[in-house]
């Protein structure tokens, strides 16, 4: 049942874990390049550190040398040391030179042109911080990523679900599933992944089931009540009106659940108020006579309403549980059937009024299902055939256009095989492992 569908929920969660594993991939790969980085800093640093010591040390060596200088004399005598020669009165003082550079008056010995030989060092450790900050700069948003991944998070982002999410959606519209109601998913599972973080210690696969859990369950359990809480607070005779299109399995699901209220402990009394159709009276006294169970009918052609109120009646003095009460098969096209359906809910008041349809026609049921609640303003929906039906559209389509639950699902032919509809067993089924 669903499985069509169960595979693609699961194609999405796959889809999903594979982009968050290569993700994670780069991530760690970032964090090792980022590892690395300082190591080269390090060894660019000593390069520099060397680079610079024998800068100054040249420098050091050059500014020796003149300190071992000989005067040598006119006699080219090298080892005679040259007298200072004595200043006299009559000396003109010498005029000074215009196209000299100005003296620098430090107590240096020398004098050297350009910068000082030491500003080689800090030029060399200039060049390797800008080269090392340049690095930085561009690793920056590599680093970033590479936190995350070393803090033991990946994020999900939203180009991380542009593609799965838009195969998703087809895959949805694909099953039936009605196109606001797959709008709906769609967004909340944006709204739960897109920004959240993966734990290492969590995979991928279950942050996406779980999101795609939320989603299903908000639209299949619109509406929903404990249906047999409500017929046991109920006033007795408790009367349930059923309505949908010929064909769909109305009568058949009517007798399935005499034989569920009968396990319960509820006495039942069936009602045909399908006095249009040629045949209708003998298909549900088949039912009837199979089960046991009193029939209430009129000919053919007599008022539905009429034939329900007497069905209300009869419970009533005999001290019967609950009345199900078939209807005609209506198109919801067809404005006097309608009216029908109309006069019935005024003139008996049923406590339920519950529309039958197949699960297998999907959007079809769920127009259907929108056009019956405009109508007579059903109190919930049985989904015959949902053992068929690989899709599961309707099923998780019909409650939220109507706002009003799904109660049972028809899983085969037998008078047993008939489920009560679980939102929470649903969405399981649907996420569950594949066979």
């Known amino acids: 049942m669903f499985d069509g569908l169960k595979k693609k929920l699961n ?21 090792a390049e980022a590892e690395a980085e300082p190591v ?44 200072p020669v004595a200043e006299t ?65 990946v994020v999900i982002e939203e180009e991380d679900l542009e593609d799965p999410l838009w195969e998703l959606e087809m895959a949805l519209l694909q099953s ?6 797959a709008g709906e998913i769609l967004e909340t599972i944006r709204e739960k992944l897109i920004g959240e973080t993966r734990k290492q210690v969590q995979s991928t696969g279950q942050l996406v089931e779980e999101a795609l859990h939320d989603a299903l369950y908000e639209v299949i359990s619109v509406g929903q009540f404990d249906f047999d809480q409500r017929i046991a607070e ?3 005779p408790v009367t349930l009106i059923f309505t949908g ?34 045949g209708a009276n003998e298909q549900i006294r088949e039912h009837a ?10 000919e053919q052609g007599g008022d539905p309403a009429a034939v329900i109120y007497d069905a209300v009646e009869y419970a009533d003095a005999h001290d019967i549980d609950i009345v199900l009460g078939d209807t005609a098969g209506r198109l919801h096209t067809s404005n006097d059937l309608m009216a029908q359906l109309e006069k019935i809910d005024r003139v008996v008041g049923p406590d339920l009024t519950i529309f039958v349809d197949e699960a297998v026609a999907g959007q079809d049921a769920v127009e259907r299902a929108r056009k019956f609640n405009e109508a007579a303003s059903i ?43 679980d939102p929470e067993a649903m969405v399981e089924r649907l996420l569950g492992d594949d066979e």
């Open 234 to 236: 109920a006033d007795k």
């Open 176 to 181: 039936d599933v009605e196109m606001q109601v």
């Open 40 to 83: 080269e800093a390090e060894t660019a640093d000593a390069d520099a550190e060397e680079a610079a010591a024998a800068d100054t040390s040249t420098a050091e060596e050059a500014v020796e040398e003149p300190q071992e200088s000989e005067v040598v004399s006119e006699d080219g005598d090298a080892d005679a040391e040259a007298e």
């Open 379 to 421: 109190d919930g929906a049985i989904l015959t055939k949902a053992d068929a039906d690989s899709n599961g559209g309707a099923a998780i389509s019909i409650a939220y256009v109507t706002g009003k639950p799904i109660l049972f699902l028809g899983v085969g032919q037998g008078y047993d095989h008939i489920e009560r509809f």
């Open 89 to 153: 009165a009559d000396a003109e003082p010498a005029e000074p030179a215009t196209d000299s550079e100005p003296v620098d008056d430090t107590d240096s010995e020398y004098v050297y042109e350009g910068e000082r030989p030491e500003s080689l060092a800090s030029d060399a450790a200039k060049q390797a911080l800008a080269a090392e900050e340049k690095e930085d700069s561009s690793s920056s948003s590599r680093l970033k990523r590479a936190a995350a991944f070393a803090t033991g998070k």
């Open 245 to 278: 299109i010929n064909g769909v399995g109305k009568t058949t699901s009517i007798a399935k659940l005499a034989k569920y209220f009968e396990k319960q402990g509820y006495s039942t009394v069936l009602a045909n108020g399908d006095t249009y159709r040629a």
């Open 11 to 31: 194609r999405f969660r796959q889809d999903v874990e594979e982009t968050a594993e290569e993700k994670a991939e780069e991530a760690a790969e970032e964090e």
């Open 289 to 298: 006579e199979a089960l046991d169970k009193k029939l209430i009918a009129h």
